[in-house]
């Protein structure tokens, strides 16, 4: 379980995150949700400890995260990046073993390990190409493998849906959906309506760098007519029609 | 008649040019040496990544050396030194030291080219694996840099050869200077040259053939 406590973020005198106050079950899905510019990845990036520079705290389970050595902190939490960041030196397997090899797991363990993750993902058939030969749905899902083999608690996902299209949204959500049946927490951000439906758990709503509504489905909580319930039905268009582009 | 007289002379003066040929090949390696290894280091420790007090310092060692001939920095090695820090050195090291110094700013620029033209994303993703700073230059920047700085210190090596000629200065018995005084007691001013010509031309371009099949090697598009 991950606690966030009182949150904020300011890079180069820009407030990015105030005062975030949320939590991310064991075993659950949460979603944070809101327009661009909201500070969702900001949130996820200080939750994985991308950035640094936050002050309030984030703890997993009674420790802080900064307190964490990186090895450990790797081992706790995956990160997917919206871009993959997959290493372009190395083919889809070792981009997969080698963080194994240098969080410690000997290389035999590792190389089973990878194909097991990769077989997971239904990209096994690519363990021998490069990142650039791969198509934005195959490197998404090799990146996921990769952060699935240090064996993280939670999964983290930045816009996992940005560079897909409907077909392999839907592929997507239902990896992630039997991910978390297998007991791994995912937090992710997104603004894409189909992805959120159909893995609807727990959802916040973040808007100017504040959490505006919280829902939790699971739990039976009605929508409010709020945020969120005018995200699901109409998207993101009707939250923010408010603003003036001209 | 000339040309049978020029290839007698040729003949006679082999053994002294590949002396000084021996002798450019020490000086160079040694420069190189200490060019490429401190501008490894330097290179690293200027990048954006590792920002510090020291990048001050580095980029002003880089703006001397870049303003200032290579000809003039062998002279103040070799003569200033001693007078100035009572530091007597030999042709053959002080040539060393001084285009190894030259050698360390012009590699050290490269460098931190090539690692501040790895995508941050990089650093950011091997931090999230739990990838230790050395780790990460080591597992994921190096690879991608040596590919694109490999021509820039292809040209660097190319240019320290070339510029060992300029220690014949100092009086070092390289091959230019060999020449030189080859030419002199000969009074034949085509021969040495034109051997030497051969000579440091056959070098580079060695060089530069064994820089393209590293080159080819290294080549996973991306």
Redesign the interface.
């Known amino acids: 379980m991950i606690t966030i406590n009182k949150l904020s973020l300011q890079l180069q005198g820009v407030q990015i995150l105030k005062e975030v106050n949320a939590i991310l079950p064991k075993g659950r899905i949460v979603a944070f949700i809101g327009a661009s510019g909201a500070g969702k990845t900001s949130l996820l990036n200080c939750i994985?400890?991308?950035y640094t520079q936050y002050t309030g705290s984030v703890f997993l389970h009674d420790q802080d995260v900064r307190q964490l050595s990186?090895?450990q902190?790797?081992?706790a939490i995956?990160?997917v990046?919206q871009?993959c960041?997959?290493?372009?030196?190395l083919n889809v397997l070792d981009n997969c073993m080698?963080?194994q090899v240098?969080?410690g797991v000997v290389l035999v363990v590792a190389h089973a390990h990878a194909l097991e993750k990769l077989e997971m993902l239904h990209v096994v058939d690519l363990a021998c190409l490069?990142?650039?030969q791969l198509s934005g749905g195959q490197q998404q899902r090799v990146a996921i493998a990769?952060?699935l083999c240090?064996r993280p608690q939670i999964l983290l996902l930045d816009e996992p849906s940005a560079a897909l299209d409907p077909q392999n949204t839907k592929i997507l959500a239902l990896l992630l959906c039997g991910l978390n049946a297998t007991g791994v927490a995912i937090g992710l951000c997104s603004h894409d309506v189909f992805l959120i439906k159909s893995m609807l758990d727990n959802v916040y709503y973040l808007d100017k760098g504040m959490i505006v509504e919280q829902c939790d489905f699971k739990r039976g909580q009605p929508l409010s007519g709020g945020y969120i319930e005018t995200f699901l039905t109409h998207g993101l268009e009707e939250n923010s029609k408010d603003l003036n582009y001209e | 008649m000339l040309i049978a007289k020029i290839f007698a002379n040729i003949f006679q003066i082999w053994p002294l040019l590949l002396h000084g040929l021996l002798m450019t090949i020490t000086v160079s390696f040694g420069a190189l040496l200490i060019g490429i290894i401190g501008g490894i280091l330097l290179g690293i420790a200027a990048c954006q990544r590792f920002k510090s007090k020291l990048t001050l310092v580095i980029s002003g060692y880089v703006l001397i050396i870049r303003g200032t001939p290579v000809y003039v920095q062998v002279l103040m090695v070799y003569y200033a030194l001693p007078e100035l820090f009572g530091i007597n050195l030999s042709p053959t090291s002080a040539g060393i030291v001084a285009l190894g110094c030259c050698s360390i700013a012009y590699v050290s620029e490269v460098i931190r080219g090539g690692i501040n033209a790895v995508p941050i994303g990089q650093w950011q993703a091997a931090a999230i694996l739990g990838y230790s700073s050395l780790q990460t230059l080591w597992y994921t920047i190096v690879p991608q840099v040596i590919k694109t700085v490999l021509p820039a210190l292809i040209n660097e090596i190319v240019a320290v050869l070339k510029d060992s000629s300029i220690l014949s200065a100092i009086g070092l018995m390289e091959l230019t200077k060999v020449a030189m005084n080859v030419s002199a007691r000969t009074l034949d001013p085509i021969g040495a040259y034109a051997v030497i010509t051969v000579m440091y031309f056959v070098l580079t371009s060695g060089i530069t053939l064994i820089a393209k099949i590293i080159e080819k090697k290294l080549a996973v598009e991306t």
Do not use: D, I, M, S
Not at chain 1, 85 to 89: A, C, N, R, V, Y
């Open positions: 994985a400890q991308v990186a090895k902190r790797a081992q995956g990160f990046f871009q960041h997959l290493f372009p030196h080698q963080p240098v969080n490069y990142p650039y990769r952060a240090l």
